[in-house]
């Protein structure tokens, strides 16, 4: 039986990352498009060249059925340079191929009309630079598939965290990798609530839905994952987990966020992203649940236990 084939750009990051072990495990045949090699993709067949070339990338996804862009500009840097490009360059080696691309979506791409409940088909009126170029994505990859033979597969959920992947609010601002955490940091405030998503439940998701053969060329699902309900169940799991001694769970400062994002850029980035944390924000999942019956979700203490071992936090 012939092996389904996917080409993943970001494989060593962490939705690529997930989405390598899950369709690895699922019989796939799975090329890896990496600037250098890199033993975390055993398993894959390694290609050499960089997703900002669209010869290396048209040339990777030659025979494949999926193509997973999961690939981003370290610590938000250079992205209105890169970003667009990098997409185009998928789109075109899709439109070549006839492949779906699959893209993890963000809640950047919506602005406070579309708060606090937001569905596959809610505007997109985004209020940031980077939710600016988010939407920009989508609009070009939803006209590649309105035009074919390209397809598209978004599937958008909360703030990602999970095991090997530290570039995000769990592993930046939260706990810092490495050690036992000596303080468990919190972005919002308390009774403001906040979505999660466990990175092999995404993938899991995008598997899932891989295999349903009657998706629309331009499909869009919204994941649940796990909804902080009070702005504390994170952190108050993450002290559950790590145990005695117990760990002190305190606010975020800010204000030395906003200090150093007067010289650095990725705590200016992040600063921008700060109002995601100020209202509670939910993905609707109603769609998602029509076409899958239920979406994986890993239950919380499990998905926390294994992130921070993940980390080298325990």
Same mark, same amino acid.
């Given at each position: 039986m ?5 080409l ?17 495990a ?28 669209p ?16 690939v ?8 209105a ?45 985004p ?38 992947a530290?570039?995000?609010w ?22 403001? /609530? %906040?979505?999660? !998503?466990?990175?092999?439940?995404? &993938? =899991?998701?995008? +598997?899932?839905? #891989?295999?349903? $053969? *009657?998706? @629309?060329?331009?499909a869009?699902?919204?994941?649940? /994952? %796990?909804?902080? !309900?009070n702005?504390?169940?994170? &952190? =108050?799991?993450? +002290?559950?987990? #790590?145990?005695? $001694? *117990?760990? @002190? ?6 204000w030395?966020?906003?200090?150093? !994002? ?17 209202? @509670?924000?939910?993905?609707r ?14 239950p ?15």
């Open positions: 012939t092996k389904r084939t996917a993943i750009l970001g494989a060593t990051g962490g939705i690529g990352g997930a989405m390598r072990q899950r369709l690895l699922g019989g796939w045949r799975v090329k890896a498009l990496a600037r250098r090699a890199s033993p975390l993709l055993e398993g894959c067949e390694q290609i050499l060249g960089d997703a900002m070339d010869a290396a990338v048209l040339a990777a996804a030659r025979d494949a059925e999926v193509i997973v862009h999961a981003n500009p370290p610590g938000y840097r250079n992205w340079d890169l970003v667009l490009p990098m997409i185009d360059n998928s789109i075109a080696a899709a439109q070549a191929s006839g492949a779906r691309i699959v893209l993890p979506g963000t809640v950047y791409n919506y602005g406070p009309d579309a708060f606090r409940e937001i569905d596959e088909d809610a505007p997109q009126h209020r940031t630079r980077k939710g600016a170029i988010r939407v920009a994505m989508e609009e070009r990859l939803r006209d590649a598939a309105q035009q074919g033979p390209a397809k598209v597969l978004i599937v958008r959920a909360g703030d990602y965290f999970g095991p090997g530290a570039n995000n769990f592993g930046q601002a939260m706990v810092t990798p490495g050690a036992r955490p000596r303080v468990i940091r919190t972005p919002g405030k308390r009774g403001i /609530g %906040h979505q999660w !998503a466990y990175l092999p439940d995404v &993938a =899991e998701t995008m +598997a899932q839905l #891989l295999d349903r $053969p *009657a998706l @629309p060329a331009f869009r699902f919204h994941m649940d /994952g %796990h909804w902080d !309900a702005g504390r169940q994170m &952190a =108050e799991t993450i +002290a559950r987990v #790590l145990g005695d $001694p *117990a760990v @002190p769970i305190r606010p975020l400062p800010w030395q966020l906003r200090l150093a !994002a007067l010289a650095m850029t990725t705590p200016r980035e992040l600063m921008e992203m700060r109002y995601l944390w100020q209202q @509670p924000i939910r993905l999942n109603t769609r998602l649940v029509e076409t899958l019956g239920a979406e994986p979700r890993t919380l203490v499990e998905a926390v236990a294994a992130t921070l071992t993940g980390l080298g936090c325990r």
